[in-house]
T-cell receptor, first 116, second 115 residues
Framework: AQKITQTQPGMFVQEKEAVTLDCTYDTSDPSYGLFWYKQPSSGEMIFLIYQGSYDQQNATEGRYSLNFQKARKSANLVISASQLGDSAMYFCAMSPSGDSGYALNFGKGTSLLVTP | ETGVTQTPRHLVMGMTNKKSLKCEQHLGHNAMYWYKQSAKKPLELMFVYNFKEQTENNSVPSRFSPECPNSSHLFLHLHTLQPEDSALYLC??????????????FGPGTRLTVT
């Protein structure tokens, strides 16, 4: 069984600063995918970034980067130059294979508040 | 603009009512999902469909009945719900099994309140 752990229930960061949101995972599958989603107060889940277990390089998407440390089973999200609009819940998620069509297992989430 | 739409956005129903949630995706995907998000809990999978066939059922009570008539539409039929079923119900779509690893795109959700 797969498990996602997000140990930070809430985080604060000042505008324009960088912030790291932690995510650790546990799986026995050799192939898996890791995802980060953002959920604003409106409720919609917004995809941010994806990392495959066999990817050699850390994923980056604009201001988002994923610090993938396979041996430590961690997949931390780094947001650079935080903006007020980044205030939201952030969820780390995992899929059980390197393929689509499977359910994602989500962590409990981290609430991020960006202050002026 | 999201490629996944859900209706209604808000629903209040009594425990004896029957209602349906609708999800439609315009992304050309072949996999669709229902998730439940209760307060203070992580998202829980309910059902997965690949190419209109149900491939995962996360031990969901029979008062929730999914229907996937085609790859673009997904329904969740509700009957004799309990107050603890009040939650945000999120629909998602993605490429299907065998089509490589890709993210799931979510709709805005239906906020359900059972009275």
């Amino acid at each position: 069984a797969q498990k996602i752990t997000q140990t930070q229930p809430g985080m604060f960061v000042q505008e324009k600063e960088a912030v790291t949101l932690d995510c650790t995972y546990d799986t026995s599958d050799p192939s898996y995918g890791l995802f980060w989603y953002k959920q604003p107060s409106s409720g919609e889940m917004i995809f941010l970034i994806y990392q495959g277990s066999y990817d050699q390089q850390n994923a980056t998407e604009g201001r988002y980067s994923l610090n993938f440390q396979k041996a430590r089973k961690s997949a931390n999200l780094v947001i650079s130059a935080s903006q007020l609009g980044d205030s939201a819940m952030y969820f780390c998620a995992m899929s059980p294979s390197g393929d689509s069509g499977y359910a994602l297992n989500f962590g409990k989430g981290t609430s991020l508040l960006v202050t002026p | 603009e999201t490629g996944v739409t859900q209706t209604p956005r808000h629903l209040v129903m009594g425990m004896t009512n029957k209602k349906s949630l609708k999800c439609e995706q315009h992304l050309g995907h072949n996999a669709m999902y229902w998730y439940k998000q209760s307060a203070k809990k992580p998202l829980e999978l309910m059902f997965v469909y690949n190419f209109k066939e149900q491939t995962e059922n996360n031990s969901v009570p029979s008062r929730f009945s999914p229907e996937c008539p085609n790859s673009s539409h997904l329904f969740l039929h509700l009957h004799t719900l309990q107050p603890e079923d009040s939650a945000l119900y999120l629909c998602a779509s993605s490429r299907a099994l065998g089509q490589g690893a890709h993210e799931q795109y979510f709709g805005p959700g239906t906020r359900l309140t059972v009275t």
